[in-house]
Structure formats: structure tokens, C-alpha cells
């Protein structure tokens, strides 16, 4: 076989850097995707992208489908042969339908049967004329977000500008958005020209040429080389951000990394102020020195190369002298504002329209983190501080430093309010209530921050709710998900034992109260109870936790969520114990048979038979006495545990079910006394044993 | 090169590409994007290409002629182009080289930035370009207009005016900025900047302005009604420009703000709406009309 390498080239006006990389990812799976449907034997494959460019180059392209070479089986031999012994129009049928003749036709037997079989033979068509297909697989690349252009019709990330197609040195035709393929890319937008690409194995090459570094990863690695340069040669340390190195490498074809400096009195500027008006408003590279102190330089990254590149360096001090100025000027005006007055601008700011203003909100979260204060037990001092924190938690929205950087929300107002001489736990608390903030992100660590915290994401998940607004699939505007989650962990890790139907009870109480929404109470307590067991049962997983174990603690009895977790993972810790089939088994035996009760009674001890009976009773007893005493839910496992010789020794000896009316229900309220204890730990039938 | 050069150096460039060169339209408005000539034209089927300056007011960026870098009224140069054409960028890079702009000698990029416009039901996709850094430009492929779909696509390409002069001329003030031989923005807009700030945050009379509010919509709806939309859309410009000054001035509440804004985008849907079908009865002339040149 002749086999060739395969290019397939998009040419587009400059895409969005962060669709740069997953795009080109897209394009290389979907090819694969399409060689292999087709049939078609392939080598590796190879993938580029810049902003202007996605491509795939695939080696060892085979000439020709794989030829099918096998047999088909049709009817059994008693239909295929009708009584004389000719063919049947069911085998003619058959062979007719696989492209072949009745005389092609030979019997085989299988399991005890003699089916009809033909020998298929079908020729592998010429890749060539296949690959015109392509066309489909370039359309279907889906994108983030979709755009129309001109007169056409297609949506698509960007207008296509330009398709090199080539198997082997020729052109596969096919033609896109009025863009016919061909062999011609286009170079560097200033630099490079358009040229001619021979085949696969000069792409890279042809527009080097031209001024482009196709490979993302080796454009990757110039941009390090030259922060490392710089490093070196001014004795500095440029810490690299990743997302911001993975997007300035997908804003440039041909990377060159240069210096600016500023003027050092802003470095009096907060440190945050100065990083978000370089990273995420310039995309530069802020300077550190060795010690980690901020210096008054940036590396930033041109399109292009070395040419008048002081002229470049100059153009990009001009604009970041002009942020920091303004920054500059915002910061001293908002240190000339107080934080009483600008609390009371945020009556003047909705946030959200069925919600209500700010101001509504911040008085609902000083009262629900008031509540959850009194239900966590903190200290008074943590009480006072919280409801200082929850006051004053977003006076920084109206000040004019995080109206220009909207992602500095928190971190200004933690050092005004420092610098305004508020509480430290208090300043803290302000910018802690955002967390977590991401997914890997850490939670409040303070239990002021914390407080407040809840109190911001309980409120906003219930307004939401109230006023319906309900994550679903994929869509979840207001990270409301995301925020439920925080709520979970930053109880689980302050191991805070209040049973999150009441956490969730503060919230909808306030809401209700300030008439949002028109759902009654119950409802939207159920609503939200529903989606935090569901955000619960996520993290539970994350750790890795069995899905029906995770169903089993969920299942349980009240409880708090530290609890659910411990339980968890004490079943997690004992399912590979030898006696943990039995254990469960013999407490799931309890709980099944308990729910056959009719109604709770109080045992009566004197209508016990066997001794058995009276031995689980009286370690029953035991259990009672023992169990708030445990400190640990392993504490309790090991309480449960200790009962499985004496539950197996009962059912061995004891009918439950017994015919003396008096006696079974005295043994099922027995039965539904220690079951209450059991589903306290987990929905223990719910454990799957083998 | 000074400012009236750039203007004139910008008008020749688009006037070249088969641009109407057009004058700022008369009404008050807060960006380029606002005039008839781009909003209502870039509704519907019937090509259009036009090229004007338009001063724009943002009551609320006033600051009495004080900042370097903000004014109540700045100038953008507005490219309007429907369908937009294949080589759109390379025809506004080529604009930049006009200016004296060497792509060669600067960083020259695009960078993603979607715009959208939700009171005037407006959404576009494009890039904000970077000239060392500096945003001089706003590149936008139309996607909807008013609410409705635009088919075909105009290609909106608006010019910050002072942006790009303070770097040609390198200035860091925007009032040192020289307009023409002689000639700074000081000299031509101080006092108005000083004085249009004073009327928005002290001077101007919030109940008058409400009730101008008023009637310009009511105005607007029963100039709708009248199938007249060039009348109907300029006093929803009106009502646009009223807000801005009743915004910046702080005496709009918080609930009213947001009616205000759905009041207004009702408007400029419904006005949009009409356009269309005022320009369908009439047959989409100017459709027709190049349908009719290609024949001959």
C-alpha cells in the first residue's frame, strides 16, 4: 500500500483565544473520528493551531478503504432450500442483498444449526475520493460560541478566510462558506506572506517561513524561553500563570517577549489592584524580584518580532501608565468615602429585579447569619463580628475602584475596611465570604467569614429558587450549583452540627418574609433541601465514595452533614472487613422487619419469650446509654457492630411474626426502637454486600 | 497628524472603499452605533456602506473638562458595512497604515470582545483592536439589531477618536490634543465639557426631564403608529439621552431604572420592526436597484 500524510488546514479571522485550544483538540478527534467510520487505516496525528489557524496533519494515511473480506450469514438452511431442494426466495433475497448470486451460497453450521453463508468480498474505495467528506467533519466542529458573517449562512467561531486540503501533494476538493480548498495558507498578518504548501511534512516548515509557529506547544516554549530570558538577564522572577500563558499564547502566531516599566509610586497601589490592571486587563506578565516583591516592570508578549520593539514597549507603557493613574485616582477617592455612607448607596443598586435591591439583601444575610450564628453555637465575640462583617460585607461595590476592576470585589473591601479601622476579623470576613470561589477553591476559614458566607450564598440560592430561578442542565447563570456546594463544605469543614433542613430554614424564612417570590414555605423548603442533597451527594462522590453508600447516609435519620461525610467513609473504611456482610445484613434484617410496624409502642419487657430476646434488649439498652456519648460516627459503627452476634442469636431463636397478636407487635416495636438507632447511622439495607 | 488630518485621512480611506461619507446625525445620542444610519440601516436585506463622524454623549463620563482621559462628549468615526466584505480586516488595517500606522512597528491585535446593547436589543461578535496594547477600536459583526436576525451581516467597525489621536500625537491629556493648526480639544470643548458637566450633576431640572421622558415616548409611539419611523426613532433617541442625563444625575431609582431600560427597548424593537416593514413595502429599493446594475 502507497500511504500518504493527510493536511487539513482552517483558516480564520482570529479566533477567540480560549476556543483556540479545545477547537484544534475538536479537530483532531473528529478527523480520527471520520477515518475510522470510513475505514481508512491511519498513522499518528499531529495537531497545530494558532488564532488564525486550526490544523490537523495525519501520517500513514492508507491509499484505499480496507477491502471487506468475510462471511455473511444469512437464513437457516431448512428456509433457505424450500421442500425439492431449490433455492428459496428467502436465500435469493439474501444473496441478492450482500451483492452476490445463490450459487455464491454455502452452508455452514453454528450451534447445531446449517445457516446459509456467501464469502463477502467488497473493494476498499480510493481514500481520495472519500476525503471530500471532510467537508462535513470541518462543519460540525461546534464552538463556544457561533457567529454569521457577510451573506452567508454558515455559524461558525470566525469567517473562514482560507482551507489547505492535501493528500499526499493533492488539493482535496471541496468547497466552504465560497472558500475553495487548495494549497495556499496564509503567513503571519504583517510579517508573512501567503506560499504554497507542498504536502503534510513541509506544513510546519512553510510557515515558520512566514513567520508562524503552527505548534502551540513550541510557541508555548519560546514564551517561556524568553520570560526566562529576561529573568536572567535582570535577575528577576516573572511567576507564570498558566491560563494566562495558555491565552497569551493563543493570542500570538509568532512570539516575542519584551519589557515595560512604571512609575514606582504606584507600587503604593494594593498589590491586586496592580496584578488584575497587568494580567487581566493588559494580559501581561507581572515582575517579581527573588523575594517575591512586586517591581515596577511587566513582560508582555507581541505578535511578531524584535523589530522597533522599543517602540512597542513605549506604546504599552503609555496604556498602563493611564490605567494606573485612574486607578490611582479611584483609590483616593475611595479612601475619602465612608463605610456607613457607601452602605446606604447600595439602596440605589437592584440586585436582581425580583429580588430586590442590595440593600434588602445585606440587611436578609445580617439576619440569616445572625440565626446561624445562634444555631452553630459560636462565641459571642464571633456573633458581634459577624453581624459587623454581614453589615458592611458588600459596601465595596459602590466604590469606585471595584466599579472599574468588578473582580476585586471583596479584596478592596477587606482593606478599606482595614484601613477605615474595622475589626481584623471583621476586614477578613468581608473578602472571605466569597469563597469559595472557584471549584478547588478553599473555603472561609475564619467562623465570622464563614457566617457570612452562608449567609450571602443561602440568600442567594433561595431568592433564586423563590423566584424561579432553577439550575438546569447545563444551564446555571448564577453558579447557584456552585455556591450550594460552597455551603456544604464550609459546614463540613467547620464541622458544624446543625442539621442542614434548619441552615436552609433561616434562609427561607427571611426570603419569604420579604416577599420574594409566591411559593410557600413548604415548597421551597422542599425545593431546597432537594438540590443541597444533590450538591451533597456530588461531593461525596468526588471523594470517591460508593453511589450506594452515598444513597445509604444520605437515607439516614437527620444528623448533620459532618456526620453524613463520617459515615460514608466509616463504610468506606470497614466494606473489606471480614464480619462487614454479616454486620450489615444482620442490622438491615432489623430494619426491614421493623417496618412492619404498626404505629410506635413501648416495649414491654415482661411479654419476652427467650432469652435472646432479652439479651439484644438489654444490650439495646446499653446502645441507648452509649450512643450520644460516642464522639465519632466510627465511635457508633462500632456500637452497631457490636450487636450483629446478638441480633443473628435473635432471629435464630425468635419468631418476629408470631402468632400471638401481642407478642409481634411487641417484638416489631422492639424492632423499630433498635432500627431508629440504625438509620440514625446510615440506611443500612441500602449497602450492597455480596 | 491632528485630528481634523485623521478625520479627513479616515474619510478618504472609506470614501476609496465605496463608502457614502456621511455627516453626525442631529440628534443627541450616546455612541455611533445609535444613529439611524447604523441602527435602522443595518435592519433587513438592502446593502449599505457608510463612513461618518459621530460625537457621542455620556452625561455620566462628564467630569467639568477636569480628566485627562474622560469627557462628556468624545468623537468616534463609524464604518458601516452590509453585507461585510471578505477582506474587511485587511481594508481597516490598511485604514491604520493611512493614519501612519506601521503594523510593522507595532503590536497590532485582535482580541475577542462581544458586544451587546440590550436596551436597544442589540448583540454582535468581534474583537476590540490593540495598538501596543491600547484599545483603539471596536470591530463588530452585527448578529441582531432591534431584535431581529441580521441577514445579511453589517460589519461594524467604530474608531475611538481621541483614543487614537492621543497616541499618534502622543499626548497624555486629552484637551492637549491638537484639533487642527492652532487649535487644541481645549480651545473647542473645554468650556462645553465644563459647562454640560455642571448642567448634569447640578443644574438640570430631574421633573422637567421626566416628564420630557414622557412625552418623547408617547410622541414616539404614535409617530409608530403613523407608520413614520424616521420620526418615531428619533425621539426614542430623545428618551435614550434624557435617561442618560437623569442617570448620571442619580434621580433615577433603583425599580425605575430598570422599566426605563424596558421601556425604551420596547421602543427600539418596535421601531425596528416597523423600519422593516416600511423598507419591505417599498420593496427593498436599494436592494433592487444593484439587482437592476448587475444586469446591464
Given at each position: 500500500?502507497?500511504?500518504?500524510?493527510?493536511?487539513?488546514?482552517?483558516?480564520?479571522?482570529?479566533?477567540?483565544?480560549?476556543?483556540?485550544?479545545?477547537?484544534?483538540?475538536?479537530?483532531?478527534?473528529?478527523?480520527?473520528?471520520?477515518?475510522?467510520?470510513?475505514?481508512?487505516?491511519?498513522?499518528?496525528?499531529?495537531?497545530?493551531?494558532?488564532?488564525?489557524?486550526?490544523?490537523?496533519?495525519?501520517?500513514?494515511?492508507?491509499?484505499?478503504?480496507?477491502?471487506?473480506?468475510?462471511?455473511?450469514?444469512?437464513?437457516?438452511?431448512?428456509?433457505?432450500?424450500?421442500?425439492?431442494?431449490?433455492?428459496?426466495?428467502?436465500?435469493?433475497?439474501?444473496?441478492?442483498?450482500?451483492?452476490?448470486?445463490?450459487?455464491?451460497?454455502?452452508?455452514?453450521?453454528?450451534?447445531?444449526?446449517?445457516?446459509?453463508?456467501?464469502?463477502?468480498?467488497?473493494?476498499?474505495?480510493?481514500?481520495?475520493?472519500?476525503?471530500?467528506?471532510?467537508?462535513?467533519?470541518?462543519?460540525?466542529?461546534?464552538?463556544?460560541?457561533?457567529?454569521?458573517?457577510?451573506?452567508?449562512?454558515?455559524?461558525?467561531?470566525?469567517?473562514?478566510?482560507?482551507?489547505?486540503?492535501?493528500?499526499?501533494?493533492?488539493?482535496?476538493?471541496?468547497?466552504?462558506?465560497?472558500?475553495?480548498?487548495?494549497?495556499?495558507?496564509?503567513?503571519?498578518?504583517?510579517?508573512?506572506?501567503?506560499?504554497?504548501?507542498?504536502?503534510?511534512?513541509?506544513?510546519?516548515?512553510?510557515?515558520?517561513?512566514?513567520?508562524?509557529?503552527?505548534?502551540?506547544?513550541?510557541?508555548?516554549?519560546?514564551?517561556?524561553?524568553?520570560?526566562?530570558?529576561?529573568?536572567?538577564?535582570?535577575?528577576?522572577?516573572?511567576?507564570?500563570?498558566?491560563?494566562?500563558?495558555?491565552?497569551?499564547?493563543?493570542?500570538?502566531?509568532?512570539?516575542?517577549?519584551?519589557?515595560?516599566?512604571?512609575?514606582?509610586?504606584?507600587?503604593?497601589?494594593?498589590?491586586?489592584?496592580?496584578?488584575?490592571?497587568?494580567?487581566?486587563?493588559?494580559?501581561?506578565?507581572?515582575?517579581?524580584?527573588?523575594?517575591?516583591?512586586?517591581?515596577?516592570?511587566?513582560?508582555?508578549?507581541?505578535?511578531?518580532?524584535?523589530?522597533?520593539?522599543?517602540?512597542?514597549?513605549?506604546?504599552?507603557?503609555?496604556?498602563?501608565?493611564?490605567?494606573?493613574?485612574?486607578?490611582?485616582?479611584?483609590?483616593?477617592?475611595?479612601?475619602?468615602?465612608?463605610?456607613?455612607?457607601?452602605?446606604?448607596?447600595?439602596?440605589?443598586?437592584?440586585y436582581h429585579?425580583k429580588i430586590g435591591?442590595l440593600?434588602e439583601k445585606v440587611?436578609r444575610i445580617?439576619?440569616i447569619?445572625?440565626?446561624?450564628?445562634?444555631?452553630?453555637?459560636?462565641?459571642?465575640?464571633?456573633?458581634?463580628?459577624?453581624?459587623?462583617?454581614?453589615?458592611?460585607c458588600k459596601?465595596?461595590?459602590?466604590?469606585?475602584?471595584?466599579?472599574?476592576?468588578?473582580?476585586?470585589?471583596?479584596?478592596?473591601?477587606?482593606?478599606?475596611?482595614?484601613?477605615?479601622?474595622?475589626?481584623?476579623?471583621?476586614?477578613?470576613?468581608?473578602?472571605?465570604h466569597y469563597?469559595?470561589?472557584?471549584?478547588?477553591?478553599?473555603?472561609?476559614?475564619?467562623?465570622?467569614?464563614?457566617?457570612v458566607s452562608l449567609a450571602d450564598k443561602l440568600d442567594t440560592i433561595t431568592a433564586c429558587f423563590a423566584v424561579?430561578i432553577i439550575p438546569?442542565?447545563?444551564?446555571d447563570p448564577n453558579a447557584l450549583r456552585r455556591q450550594a456546594a460552597g455551603v456544604?463544605?464550609?459546614?463540613?469543614?467547620?464541622?458544624?452540627?446543625?442539621?442542614?433542613?434548619?441552615?436552609i430554614?433561616?434562609a427561607v424564612?427571611e426570603i419569604?418574609?420579604?416577599?420574594v417570590?409566591?411559593?410557600?414555605?413548604?415548597?421551597?423548603?422542599?425545593?431546597m433541601?432537594?438540590f443541597?442533597?444533590?450538591?451533597?451527594?456530588?461531593?461525596?462522590?468526588?471523594?470517591?465514595?460508593?453511589?450506594?453508600?452515598?444513597?445509604?447516609?444520605?437515607?439516614?435519620?437527620?444528623?448533620?452533614?459532618?456526620?453524613?461525610?463520617?459515615?460514608?467513609?466509616?463504610?468506606?473504611?470497614?466494606?473489606?472487613?471480614?464480619?462487614?456482610?454479616?454486620?450489615?445484613?444482620?442490622?438491615?434484617?432489623?430494619?426491614?422487619?421493623?417496618?412492619?410496624?404498626?404505629?410506635?409502642?413501648?416495649?414491654?419487657?415482661?411479654?419476652?419469650?427467650?432469652?435472646?430476646?432479652?439479651?439484644?434488649?438489654?444490650?439495646?439498652?446499653?446502645?441507648?446509654?452509649?450512643?450520644?456519648?460516642?464522639?465519632?460516627?466510627?465511635?457508633?459503627?462500632?456500637?452497631?457492630?457490636?450487636?450483629?452476634?446478638?441480633?443473628?442469636?435473635?432471629?435464630?431463636?425468635?419468631?418476629?411474626?408470631?402468632?400471638?397478636?401481642?407478642?409481634?407487635?411487641?417484638?416489631?416495636?422492639?424492632?423499630?426502637?433498635?432500627?431508629?438507632?440504625?438509620?440514625?447511622?446510615?440506611?443500612?439495607?441500602?449497602?450492597?454486600?455480596? | 497628524?491632528?485630528?481634523?488630518?485623521?478625520?479627513?485621512?479616515?474619510?478618504?480611506?472609506?470614501?476609496?472603499?465605496?463608502?457614502?461619507?456621511?455627516?453626525?446625525?442631529?440628534?443627541?445620542?450616546?455612541?455611533?452605533?445609535?444613529?439611524?444610519?447604523?441602527?435602522?440601516?443595518?435592519?433587513?436585506?438592502?446593502?449599505?456602506?457608510?463612513?461618518?463622524?459621530?460625537?457621542?454623549?455620556?452625561?455620566?463620563?462628564?467630569?467639568?473638562?477636569?480628566?485627562?482621559?474622560?469627557?462628556?462628549?468624545?468623537?468616534?468615526?463609524?464604518?458601516?458595512?452590509?453585507?461585510?466584505?471578505?477582506?474587511?480586516?485587511?481594508?481597516?488595517?490598511?485604514?491604520?497604515?493611512?493614519?501612519?500606522?506601521?503594523?510593522?512597528?507595532?503590536?497590532?491585535?485582535?482580541?475577542?470582545?462581544?458586544?451587546?446593547?440590550?436596551?436597544?436589543?442589540?448583540?454582535?461578535?468581534?474583537?476590540?483592536?490593540?495598538?501596543?496594547?491600547?484599545?483603539?477600536?471596536?470591530?463588530?459583526?452585527?448578529?441582531?439589531?432591534?431584535?431581529?436576525?441580521?441577514?445579511?451581516?453589517?460589519?461594524?467597525?467604530?474608531?475611538?477618536?481621541?483614543?487614537?489621536?492621543?497616541?499618534?500625537?502622543?499626548?497624555?491629556?486629552?484637551?492637549?490634543?491638537?484639533?487642527?493648526?492652532?487649535?487644541?480639544?481645549?480651545?473647542?470643548?473645554?468650556?462645553?465639557?465644563?459647562?454640560?458637566?455642571?448642567?448634569?450633576?447640578?443644574?438640570?431640572?430631574?421633573?422637567?426631564?421626566?416628564?420630557?421622558?414622557?412625552?418623547?415616548?408617547?410622541?414616539?409611539?404614535?409617530?409608530?403608529?403613523?407608520?413614520?419611523?424616521?420620526?418615531?426613532?428619533?425621539?426614542?433617541?430623545?428618551?435614550?439621552?434624557?435617561?442618560?442625563?437623569?442617570?448620571?444625575?442619580?434621580?433615577?431609582?433603583?425599580?425605575?431604572?430598570?422599566?426605563?431600560?424596558?421601556?425604551?427597548?420596547?421602543?427600539?424593537?418596535?421601531?425596528?420592526?416597523?423600519?422593516?416593514?416600511?423598507?419591505?413595502?417599498?420593496?427593498?429599493?436599494?436592494?433592487?436597484?444593484?439587482?437592476?446594475?448587475?444586469?446591464?
Amino acid at each position: 500500500m502507497n500511504n500518504q500524510h493527510l493536511l487539513l488546514e482552517i483558516g480564520l479571522e482570529e479566533m477567540p483565544a480560549r476556543f483556540v485550544t479545545q477547537s484544534m483538540n475538536q479537530l483532531g478527534e473528529k478527523v480520527g473520528k471520520f477515518l475510522t467510520e470510513q475505514n481508512i487505516e491511519f498513522g499518528g496525528i499531529q495537531l497545530y493551531s494558532t488564532p488564525r489557524r486550526l490544523a490537523v496533519i495525519v501520517k500513514d494515511v492508507s491509499e484505499a478503504q480496507k477491502d471487506i473480506n468475510e462471511e455473511a450469514k444469512g437464513p437457516a438452511k431448512k428456509i433457505a432450500l424450500s421442500e425439492n431442494g431449490d433455492w428459496s426466495k428467502a436465500a435469493a433475497g439474501f444473496a441478492k442483498g450482500q451483492g452476490m448470486s445463490v450459487e455464491d451460497i454455502f452452508f455452514k453450521e453454528l450451534n447445531g444449526i446449517e445457516y446459509a453463508y456467501v464469502n463477502k468480498f467488497v473493494k476498499g474505495r480510493h481514500t481520495a475520493d472519500l476525503l471530500p467528506l471532510l467537508k462535513e467533519v470541518v462543519l460540525n466542529l461546534t464552538f463556544g460560541k457561533n457567529m454569521r458573517w457577510g451573506s452567508s449562512d454558515i455559524r461558525y467561531v470566525r469567517p473562514i478566510k482560507w482551507v489547505v486540503a492535501l493528500f499526499g501533494s493533492n488539493v482535496i476538493p471541496f468547497e466552504l462558506a465560497g472558500v475553495q480548498t487548495g494549497n495556499v495558507t496564509t503567513g503571519h498578518r504583517f510579517l508573512g506572506k501567503t506560499a504554497n504548501v507542498l504536502d503534510a511534512s513541509s506544513y510546519e516548515d512553510t510557515l515558520r517561513k512566514q513567520f508562524v509557529i503552527a505548534n502551540p506547544d513550541e510557541r508555548r516554549k519560546l514564551i517561556l524561553d524568553g520570560l526566562k530570558k529576561l529573568e536572567t538577564e535582570n535577575n528577576w522572577a516573572i511567576p507564570v500563570d498558566e491560563s494566562l500563558l495558555e491565552e497569551v499564547n493563543n493570542l500570538v502566531e509568532f512570539p516575542t517577549a519584551l519589557f515595560g516599566s512604571f512609575n514606582e509610586e504606584f507600587l503604593a497601589l494594593p498589590e491586586e489592584v496592580l496584578i488584575t490592571s497587568m494580567k487581566e486587563h493588559q494580559r501581561y506578565f507581572p515582575v517579581k524580584d527573588a523575594d517575591g516583591t512586586l517591581l515596577p516592570y511587566f513582560v508582555t508578549v507581541r505578535n511578531g518580532n524584535d523589530y522597533e520593539i522599543d517602540k512597542v514597549a513605549r506604546g504599552n507603557e503609555k496604556v498602563l501608565r493611564a490605567r494606573l493613574a485612574d486607578a490611582d485616582f479611584f483609590y483616593k477617592e475611595d479612601q475619602k468615602a465612608n463605610i456607613d455612607d457607601l452602605v446606604k448607596k447600595l439602596e440605589k443598586i437592584v440586585y436582581h429585579e425580583k429580588i430586590g435591591t442590595l440593600s434588602e439583601k445585606v440587611a436578609r444575610i445580617r439576619r440569616i447569619s445572625a440565626a446561624l450564628g445562634n444555631l452553630t453555637h459560636v462565641s459571642e465575640e464571633v456573633k458581634a463580628a459577624a453581624d459587623r462583617a454581614a453589615q458592611i460585607c458588600k459596601f465595596d461595590l459602590v466604590t469606585q475602584m471595584v466599579y472599574e476592576f468588578p473582580e476585586l470585589q471583596g479584596v478592596m473591601g477587606e482593606k478599606y475596611a482595614r484601613q477605615k479601622g474595622e475589626k481584623e476579623e471583621v476586614a477578613a470576613a468581608i473578602n472571605e465570604h466569597y469563597k469559595p470561589r472557584f471549584a478547588e477553591d478553599t473555603v472561609p476559614s475564619s467562623e465570622t467569614g464563614a457566617l457570612v458566607s452562608l449567609a450571602d450564598k443561602l440568600d442567594t440560592i433561595t431568592a433564586c429558587f423563590a423566584v424561579g430561578i432553577i439550575p438546569t442542565g447545563s444551564q446555571d447563570p448564577n453558579a447557584l450549583r456552585r455556591q450550594a456546594a460552597g455551603v456544604v463544605q464550609t459546614m463540613m469543614e467547620h464541622n458544624w452540627n446543625v442539621p442542614l433542613e434548619d441552615v436552609i430554614g433561616t434562609a427561607v424564612k427571611e426570603i419569604l418574609q420579604d416577599g420574594v417570590g409566591e411559593k410557600d414555605t413548604d415548597t421551597l423548603q422542599k425545593e431546597m433541601i432537594a438540590f443541597f442533597m444533590l450538591r451533597v451527594k456530588h461531593i461525596l462522590q468526588e471523594k470517591g465514595i460508593r453511589y450506594d453508600i452515598i444513597d445509604a447516609v444520605l437515607a439516614k435519620n437527620g444528623g448533620t452533614l459532618k456526620e453524613t461525610e463520617e459515615a460514608a467513609s466509616v463504610l468506606m473504611n470497614h466494606k473489606e472487613d471480614d464480619d462487614f456482610k454479616e454486620t450489615i445484613e444482620a442490622l438491615s434484617r432489623v430494619v426491614n422487619i421493623s417496618k412492619k410496624a404498626e404505629g410506635s409502642h413501648n416495649v414491654d419487657t415482661s411479654l419476652f419469650e427467650n432469652d435472646e430476646e432479652k439479651q439484644l434488649h438489654l444490650a439495646y439498652t446499653e446502645l441507648e446509654k452509649s450512643w450520644n456519648k460516642a464522639d465519632s460516627m466510627e465511635a457508633r459503627y462500632v456500637l452497631l457492630e457490636g450487636l450483629k452476634p446478638m441480633i443473628e442469636q435473635y432471629f435464630d431463636n425468635t419468631m418476629v411474626m408470631a402468632e400471638d397478636e401481642k407478642v409481634k407487635q411487641n417484638r416489631l416495636a422492639f424492632m423499630s426502637h433498635l432500627a431508629h438507632y440504625i438509620l440514625k447511622f446510615a440506611d443500612v439495607p441500602a449497602v450492597l454486600v455480596k | 497628524m491632528n485630528i481634523q488630518d485623521m478625520i479627513l485621512t479616515l474619510q478618504k480611506h472609506w470614501s476609496d472603499q465605496g463608502c457614502i461619507l456621511m455627516q453626525a446625525y442631529d440628534v443627541e445620542k450616546g455612541a455611533g452605533t445609535m444613529s439611524p444610519y447604523t441602527f435602522l440601516r443595518a435592519i433587513g436585506p438592502e446593502p449599505w456602506n457608510v463612513a461618518y463622524v459621530e460625537p457621542s454623549r455620556r452625561p455620566a463620563d462628564g467630569r467639568y473638562g477636569d480628566n485627562p482621559n474622560r469627557l462628556y462628549q468624545h468623537h468616534q468615526f463609524q464604518v458601516i458595512m452590509k453585507p461585510s466584505p471578505d477582506n474587511i480586516q485587511e481594508l481597516y488595517l490598511d485604514s491604520l497604515k493611512a493614519l501612519g500606522i506601521d503594523p510593522l512597528e507595532h503590536d497590532i491585535r485582535f482580541v475577542e470582545d462581544n458586544w451587546e446593547n440590550p436596551s436597544l436589543g442589540c448583540a454582535g461578535l468581534g474583537w476590540e483592536v490593540w495598538l501596543d496594547g491600547m484599545e483603539i477600536t471596536q470591530f463588530t459583526y452585527f448578529q441582531q439589531v432591534g431584535g431581529l436576525e441580521c441577514k445579511p451581516v453589517s460589519v461594524e467597525i467604530t474608531y475611538g477618536i481621541e483614543r487614537l489621536a492621543s497616541y499618534i500625537q502622543e499626548k497624555e491629556n486629552v484637551f492637549e490634543l491638537e484639533w487642527t493648526n492652532g487649535f487644541t480639544v481645549h480651545d473647542i470643548f473645554y468650556q462645553p465639557e465644563f459647562e454640560h458637566s455642571k448642567y448634569t450633576f447640578e443644574t438640570s431640572d430631574p421633573d422637567m426631564l421626566f416628564n420630557l421622558f414622557g412625552v418623547y415616548e408617547k410622541e414616539a409611539k404614535r409617530q409608530m403608529d403613523e407608520g413614520l419611523v424616521h420620526p418615531a426613532y428619533d425621539y426614542v433617541l430623545k428618551c435614550s439621552h434624557v435617561f442618560n442625563v437623569l442617570d448620571a444625575r442619580g434621580a433615577i431609582s433603583v425599580t425605575e431604572r430598570t422599566a426605563y431600560i424596558g421601556r425604551m427597548r420596547n421602543l427600539a424593537r418596535q421601531v425596528a420592526k416597523t423600519f422593516y416593514d416600511e423598507r419591505e413595502k417599498l420593496g427593498f429599493p436599494i436592494l433592487n436597484r444593484k439587482g437592476d446594475a448587475d444586469h446591464e
